[in-house]
């Protein structure tokens, strides 16, 4: 017997939805990269054969995604679009405790398995120390913390760790959400642990991170 077919007429995509298809082809086709400029709206309202107010919204569509960057009075650039990207970060929206510790979780587990694949690439204690050697911490956990992940994230070979990480890392922070947490570890254990490469402590530790929680504050 034959599958049932879709003949439903399919609804063509609207008009800025397709201004961003033209604008990221027209990108591509220029062999734009990161920091080029592109046309002004007014030319690639001429040049795509659309409306400026069309042009617009699709630059603004792009810019929300991290295709552009305008910038004030110097016109707009092809920027390097993250491979993750937060909705409420988009619209700059707030979020109720119980998504915050989602993210919280995603976070602690993105800076576990950084300092894991950090200590498989094998390197001495001598070379752990060398590489970190330039990091100025300041005693405050959630300064030092985040500093540290970031800083051996970009030794690693595969970049979007380090994007998810910091996609996580900067909703926590900019909802507060790390003041409202209360640790009795000091930062400098867990970077004594990584140097020793002491993994068995390291998963100890990042245990502890993982059970804070704003309702229950205390280890």
């Given at each position: 017997?034959?599958?049932?077919?879709?003949?439903?007429?399919?609804?063509?995509?609207?008009?800025?939805?397709?201004?961003?298809?033209?604008?990221?082809?027209?990108?591509?086709?220029?062999?734009?990269?990161?920091?080029?400029?592109?046309?002004?709206?007014?030319?690639?309202?001429?040049?795509?054969?659309?409306?400026?107010?069309?042009?617009?919204?699709?630059?603004?569509?792009?810019?929300?995604?991290?295709?552009?960057?305008?910038?004030?009075?110097?016109?707009?650039?092809?920027?390097?679009?993250?491979?993750?990207?937060?909705?409420?970060?988009?619209?700059?929206?707030?979020?109720?405790?119980?998504?915050?510790?989602?993210?919280?979780?995603?976070?602690?587990?993105?800076?576990?398995?950084?300092?894991?694949?950090?200590?498989?690439?094998?390197?001495?204690?001598?070379?752990?120390?060398?590489?970190?050697?330039?990091?100025?911490?300041?005693?405050?956990?959630?300064?030092?913390?985040?500093?540290?992940?970031?800083?051996?994230?970009?030794?690693?070979?595969?970049?979007?760790f380090l994007s998810l990480w910091l996609n996580n890392?900067?909703?926590?922070e900019e909802n507060d959400y790390f003041c409202t947490?209360?640790?009795?570890?000091?930062?400098?254990?867990?970077?004594?642990?990584?140097?020793?490469?002491?993994?068995?402590?390291?998963?100890?530790?990042?245990?502890?991170?993982?059970?804070?929680?704003?309702?229950?504050?205390?280890?």
């Open positions: 017997m034959k599958k049932d077919r879709n003949y439903k007429v399919q609804q063509p995509p609207k008009m800025y939805q397709q201004v961003i298809t033209q604008l990221v082809e027209y990108i591509e086709y220029e062999q734009l990269t990161e920091g080029s400029k592109i046309p002004t709206e007014r030319n690639l309202s001429e040049l795509l054969g659309v409306s400026r107010s069309s042009i617009r919204e699709g630059i603004r569509s792009l810019e929300l995604l991290g295709y552009l960057d305008s910038r004030q009075g110097e016109g707009t650039f092809v920027d390097n679009p993250p491979p993750f990207l937060i909705p409420s970060q988009l619209i700059k929206q707030q979020l109720d405790h119980t998504n915050l510790q989602n993210y919280y979780e995603v976070f602690i587990m993105c800076s576990k398995q950084i300092v894991s694949l950090s200590l498989s690439l094998g390197l001495s204690n001598k070379e752990l120390i060398e590489n970190t050697s330039n990091l100025k911490f300041t005693g405050d956990f959630w300064s030092d913390f985040p500093k540290w992940i970031e800083y051996i994230a970009t030794g690693l070979q595969n970049p979007f890392y900067n909703v926590l947490l209360n640790l009795n570890i000091q930062f400098d254990v867990f970077f004594d642990c990584y140097i020793e490469r002491n993994e068995t402590r390291l998963k100890e530790l990042f245990h502890e991170l993982s059970k804070l929680d704003k309702t229950n504050p205390q280890i």
